[in-house]
């Protein structure tokens, strides 16, 4: 593998995580609580659908969080 490849690569997983976490930080939002706090509300996290996304640099898996009610619906994507 030479620097370049290295790069590229570096480069999918950065935008694969920026992507992951922004997605979390839209359920967040959507539910009105944080990962791992304890609330007693109807709706709660419900799992991940993976899917991917295809870009110029490459394709990205990407991990989209679900609600129970499953009226989620992503801006990022």
Known sequence: MNSFDGIKDFQKQLMQFFIDTALEAE??????????????????????TKKTVRRDSGDLEISIPRDRNGNFEPAQI
């Open 27 to 48: 359920m967040e939002d959507h539910l009105g609580y944080s990962k791992h706090e304890k609330v007693d509300k109807p709706n709660k996290r419900n799992g991940h």
